[in-house]
């Protein structure tokens, strides 16, 4: 700032020493670049004096002291300023402990108001709710734990139960193809005994160890294992079928069309195992098994 203003004195003082020379040369002469140039050398004294020099120097010096002074008032107002938002902190600060106090008073004696002698006896209050809390969330997910358990133990007999019926299952169905690979009648029956032991229920079982009663020829065994089958499934075909093979071979042939007209009711593909069953070669003259058995043979003879 203060090379600001002395280059301004300067060019104040340049400026007056040449309007001074352009005063010197008259009206008729201008003054140009070149004159200027020209009378700057051909001076023959400088363009100052100490006076101005002086003067110079004293203007610095005040300006100087001019800007230590307004530091100094500055540096005053900014620390008056700090100390005074200080001392509104601390103000501040103690109304808050104040008014903290207070209010711990004042709900103190709320506290004792309604019942509650001192903060120890509020701290058992709540001691005791709280406990009595967590007691009843602990009776009530003992008993949801429990429910889950019996419904998991549940599960996991219903898992154990499909486990068993499967792997029966899958015996069963050994026990089958070993039966149908047998070509001993007396191998097929202990097979379809084991089939028995494992499910005493299973017609299908009951009705093919018949059919291989039958072909050792025990007529009476044969109707004893497919009256158990009719009992338990009184519609199966199979079954039907082999009770008539049974008495057709004891000679009730009766009994054994009547029984072949169930299963032939059943399905039809019991007439044509019918027509060249063995069991039933005695009953080929019987009216009723050629009505029954030999209806179509008769139709296109008739025709």
């Known amino acids: 700032m203060i090379r600001y203003y002395l280059a301004f004195v300067l060019a104040i003082i340049v400026a007056g020493n040449l309007h001074a020379q352009e005063r010197e040369l008259g009206p008729e002469e201008e003054l140009t670049a070149e004159n200027l140039e020209e009378s700057i050398k051909t001076l023959e004294k400088p363009m100052y004096t100490p006076f101005v020099e002086l003067y110079l120097l004293d203007e610095t010096k005040a300006l100087r002291q001019d800007m230590q002074n307004t530091r100094a008032e500055l540096i005053e107002k900014v620390v008056e300023k700090e100390l005074s938002v200080a001392d509104k902190s601390m103000s501040y600060a103690a109304d808050t402990v104040t008014y903290f106090f207070y209010l711990i008073a004042g709900a103190t004696s709320i506290l004792v108001v309604i019942g509650w002698n001192s903060i120890r006896d509020m701290r058992h209050q709540l001691t005791g709710l709280a406990e009595e809390r967590v007691n009843e969330l602990v009776v009530e997910y003992e008993k949801r734990l429990k429910a889950i358990e019996v419904q998991l133990q549940q599960k996991s007999e219903i898992i154990h139960q499909n486990q068993a019926e499967i792997e029966l299952t899958n015996e069963v169905h050994a026990l089958w ?4 690979q047998e070509t001993s009648q007396q191998n097929k029956i202990n097979t379809y005994d084991q089939i028995l ?21 025990e007529p009476l065994w044969a109707i004893s294992l ?10 199966n075909g199979h079954a039907l079928y082999q009770l008539a093979c049974a008495f057709a071979e004891i000679g009730r042939w009766e ?16 007439r044509d195992d019918a027509s060249v069953d063995p069991s039933f070669e005695q009953l080929h003259d019987h009216e009723n098994f050629k009505n029954l058995v030999f209806i179509d043979r008769d139709d296109s003879e008739g025709a």
């Open 177 to 180: 193809l070993k039966a149908s």
């Open 197 to 217: 032991e494992l499910r005493p229920d299973d017609v299908e079982a009951l009705s093919y160890k018949a059919d291989a009663v039958l072909e050792i020829q």
């Open 226 to 235: 497919c009256n158990r089958a009719l009992k338990l499934a009184p519609d």
């Open 255 to 270: 009994d054994a069309v009547a029984n072949l007209a169930k299963a032939i009711e059943i399905s039809e593909a019991y």
